[in-house]
């Protein structure tokens, strides 16, 4: 049977971290599907449409991703389109704790699912799409921090 994982994430905006993560991903699973969280409660700096144009240029070609978005929790994804493993990057203590209570609180609620975690690259742990997010607001240039394949500015809100 293909083995295929969901990647969940609000990624506003994806970055080098989030790809590195992917990349790796593709050793383990046959077909990653990368999901584009939409919430209607949290205002995001890049729209849904934004979000999932720069995840599809950067994955152009590479038939074993497919980006979607989703609405609601994401193991109701999981077992409407079923997938039973949940991919998720960890940086740092912190992210650990957070992610052990989502991944047992998923666990509990489907029991077919497992999470599965991959240490981020050293040189990544300190990238996140907060710090990118606020290096735009400040007219800065975080092209170090996102992937080579897109030009941030193509897709900035407004332009
Ligand atoms: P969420 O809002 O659900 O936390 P994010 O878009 O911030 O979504 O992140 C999605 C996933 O990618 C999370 O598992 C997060 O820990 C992971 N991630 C984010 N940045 C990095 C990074 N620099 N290296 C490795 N994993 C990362």
Redesign the pocket.
């Known amino acids: 049977m293909e083995k295929v994982a969901v990647?969940?994430?609000?990624?506003?905006p994806f970055?080098?971290?989030?790809e590195?993560?992917v990349l790796r991903a593709l050793s383990l699973f046959d077909k990653i599907i990368i999901a584009v969280?939409y919430n209607t409660n949290k205002k995001s700096f890049f729209s849904i449409e934004q979000r999932l144009a720069i995840i599809k240029k950067v994955f152009e070609g590479e038939a074993r991703i497919e980006v979607i978005t989703y609405e609601g929790l994401t193991v109701d994804l999981c077992k409407r389109i079923n997938v039973f493993y949940i991919l998720?990057?960890?940086?740092t203590s912190d992210?650990f704790e957070f992610?052990r209570a989502i991944g047992q609180v998923n666990k509990a609620m489907f029991h077919k699912i497992e999470s599965v975690f991959?240490l981020?690259?050293p040189e990544?742990?300190f990238?996140?799409?907060t710090i990118v997010r606020d290096i735009l607001i400040h007219n800065g240039d975080p092209s170090l921090f996102l992937p080579k394949s897109i030009n941030i500015k193509d897709y900035l809100p407004h332009s």
């Open positions: 990647f969940p994430g609000s990624f506003d970055t080098i971290g989030h590195s993560i969280g998720r990057g960890l940086r992210d992610e991959l981020t690259d990544h742990s990238v996140n799409s």
